[in-house]
C-alpha cells in the first residue's frame, strides 16, 4: 500500500503533533463490577491526564438497555474513588460536554445521523432480516464476502421519500468508501484494513436506537478527546470509527490500544485465577495504592529496575509509548507482596485507623481495643506477618487468644524437653516480680534458664509454644508487653 491515495492519509499517528490540551476517557459499561482490566484502562487515562495537566473525563455506555444497572453503575462510581481515580468531567460533576450518561445523549446521536443523511455518507435501508440472510446465504454459496450488497444506496430519492412518508421500517447504514484505511497506533504500531474487509454497515436500528460504534465517534468527537487509550479488543472497531469520523469531517484522536490481561495459566483472567473485580480487592484487604502500583505496572515499564512508585511518581514517569503490546500477567502473589511493603511503610498512626474497625468486630467488647496503645503495640507486633489489612485478625488471634495445645510436629517436640516443667515454675517465679519492660523480661528469661539448665533455643522455644502454641510468629517480648504480667502468669499457669 505504497500510493497515498489508497492509505487512510490523515490516520491518527503517533508522530501527529499532540493537541497542547491532552483529553482522555474512561467509557465502562455498567454491566456488572469494575474488572481490573477496566481499572488497569481507567488507570492509565488517569496517569496520561494527570501527567500531562490534561482532563480526565468519566463516560457511562449505558446503551445495552438490558444488561445496563443504575446499582453496576453506582458500584462502578464507587470503586473508581475508592482507587483515587478522581475524573474532571462526568457523572456527579458534569462539564462543558455533558451529558455524561449515553442514553442521555440520544437527540445527538440522532442529530449525527441525520447531518451524514444530508451529506451523503449514510442512506437509508429498508432491506429485512430475510433479504438480508438470503443474501448472506447466497454470498457465501457463490464464496463471495457476505457485506451488505448496496441494494438500497441505489434507490432514487423520490423512492427513498416515498417509502419513508409511508412509514415503512428501515436501518440507516453508513456507505463504506472504496479505500484502505490505517492507523498509527501507539501501542500496536501501523494497522491497516482493505476496503473489502468491510461492508456499508448500520449506525442506526430500525427502533431508532444508534449502535455501539457510532455512539462512540460522535461522544469522542463531541468530547474533544485526543487519545483513546482502550483495551486491544477494540481494535478491530477502529475502522469503522474511522470511517465515521471522516464522514463527521472531524478530526480523528490518537490511538492506543493495550493488551490483554492474563492468568498466570496465560488464559484470559477469570474467577478461577481468584477475585477479578476491584471491589473484592478492597473487601480483601488491598490498599489502594498498592492496586495502583500494582495495575499501573501490568504492561507498563519505565525502564529502569523499580518496582514501588507512588500516585504522582507514576503519573510523573507515564508514557504510552512505554506500553508492552504484549499480555500482562496478573500474579495475585507479586501483588500481595506489594500489598504487604505498602502497609509496612504506611505511617502507624494511618494503619491503625484502618486494622482497628477489624480487631473492634472480631473481638466485640473486648475493652482492650478501647485503648489506641494497645491497638498500636499489637499493629507493630504483627505487621511483618500481614499481606493485607485482613491478615491482621488472624495473626492477632495467634497471640490474644489463649494459647491452644502445641499445634504441630516441632512444637510438641519442643514442649517435650525434660527440663521445661521447672522452667515454667522458675520462669513463674521470676516474671511475678521482675520489671515490666524488655531488659526485665531478658534478665528473668535467663535466670530461669540457668536455674533449670537450658539455653538459647531450648529455652526460648518451649516459651513461645507455651504462650501462643506454635514455634513462630511475633516477637516473644512483645507478646509480653503487649499480654501484660496477669495473663502470661495465668498461661504459664
Known amino acids: 500500500m505504497s500510493s497515498s491515495h489508497s492509505t487512510h492519509s490523515h490516520a491518527a499517528s503517533s508522530s501527529t503533533a499532540a493537541p ?8 465502562p459499561s455498567p454491566t456488572g463490577y469494575l474488572h481490573v482490566g477496566g481499572a488497569r484502562t481507567a488507570l492509565f487515562n488517569w496517569l496520561f491526564a494527570r501527567g500531562h495537566h490534561g482532563t480526565f473525563i468519566l463516560r457511562i455506555e449505558d446503551t445495552d438497555q438490558e444488561r445496563s444497572t443504575l446499582e453496576a453503575e453506582e458500584g462502578l462510581l464507587r470503586d473508581m474513588r475508592w482507587l483515587g481515580l478522581d475524573w474532571d468531567e462526568g457523572p456527579g460533576i458534569g462539564g462543558p460536554h455533558g451529558p455524561y450518561r449515553q442514553s442521555e445523549r440520544l437527540p445527538i446521536y440522532r442529530k449525527a445521523v441525520e447531518t451524514l443523511l444530508s451529506n451523503g455518507s449514510a442512506y437509508p435501508c429498508f432491506c429485512s432480516e430475510e433479504d438480508l440472510e438470503r443474501k448472506r446465504q447466497e454470498a457465501e454459496a457463490e464464496h463471495r464476502s ?17 417509502r419513508l412518508a409511508a412509514g415503512e421500517p428501515h436501518v440507516v447504514r453508513v456507505h463504506v468508501p472504496g479505500k484502505d484505511y490505517a492507523v498509527d497506533d501507539l501501542v500496536r504500531g501501523r494497522v491497516e ?17 444508534p449502535v455501539y460504534n457510532f455512539c462512540v465517534v460522535v461522544d469522542d468527537a463531541d468530547m474533544e478527546i485526543t487519545h483513546v487509550v482502550r483495551a486491544e479488543e477494540h481494535l478491530p472497531n477502529t475502522h469503522r470509527q474511522l470511517i465515521l469520523y471522516e464522514a463527521l469531517g472531524r478530526p480523528i484522536p490518537i490511538f492506543a490500544h493495550v493488551s490483554l490481561i492474563l492468568g498466570p495459566d496465560k488464559t484470559k483472567l477469570s474467577k478461577r485465577h481468584g477475585a477479578t473485580s476491584v471491589g473484592q480487592y478492597k473487601d480483601d484487604g488491598f490498599l489502594k495504592d498498592a492496586m495502583i502500583n500494582y495495575l499501573a505496572l501490568l504492561g507498563w515499564a519505565e525502564g529502569v529496575d523499580r518496582e514501588i512508585y507512588t500516585r504522582a511518581e507514576l503519573a510523573e514517569k507515564f508514557s504510552l509509548e512505554r506500553i508492552n503490546p504484549a499480555p500482562a500477567v496478573f500474579d495475585q502473589t507479586k501483588l500481595a507482596w506489594m500489598n504487604g511493603q505498602y502497609l509496612r511503610s504506611m505511617p502507624v498512626d494511618e494503619l491503625i485507623k ?3 474497625p477489624k480487631l473492634k468486630t472480631a473481638w466485640p467488647g473486648d475493652s482492650r481495643f478501647d485503648s489506641d496503645e494497645f491497638i498500636r503495640k499489637l499493629t507493630s507486633l504483627v505487621l511483618n506477618h ?31 524437653v525434660p527440663e521445661v516443667p521447672a522452667l515454667f515454675t522458675a520462669l513463674r517465679g521470676e516474671f511475678a516480680t521482675c520489671p515490666w519492660n524488655k531488659d526485665g523480661f531478658n534478665a528473668a528469661i535467663k535466670a530461669a534458664g540457668k536455674t533449670a539448665g537450658v539455653k538459647g533455643k531450648t529455652l526460648f522455644m518451649p516459651i ?14 512483645g507478646i509480653l508487653d503487649l499480654l501484660g504480667r496477669e495473663e502470661i502468669l495465668r498461661r504459664l499457669n
Open 20 to 27: 497542547s490540551a491532552v483529553r482522555v476517557r474512561f467509557a
Open 146 to 162: 457476505p457485506h451488505y450488497d448496496g441494494t438500497c444506496l441505489h434507490l432514487s430519492p423520490d423512492e427513498v421519500k416515498k
Open 193 to 209: 484494513w482493505k476496503t473489502e474487509t468491510l461492508g456499508d454497515f448500520i449506525i442506526m436500528r430500525s427502533n431508532g436506537m
Open 354 to 356: 484502618l486494622v482497628a
Open 386 to 416: 500481614l499481606t493485607t489489612l485482613n491478615d491482621v485478625v488472624k495473626e492477632a488471634k495467634a497471640v490474644l487468644d489463649d494459647a491452644p495445645a502445641p499445634v504441630d510436629e516441632d512444637a510438641r517436640a519442643a514442649i517435650a
Open 464 to 477: 513461645r509454644v507455651k504462650l501462643t502454641g506454635t514455634c513462630h510468629g511475633a516477637e516473644l517480648v
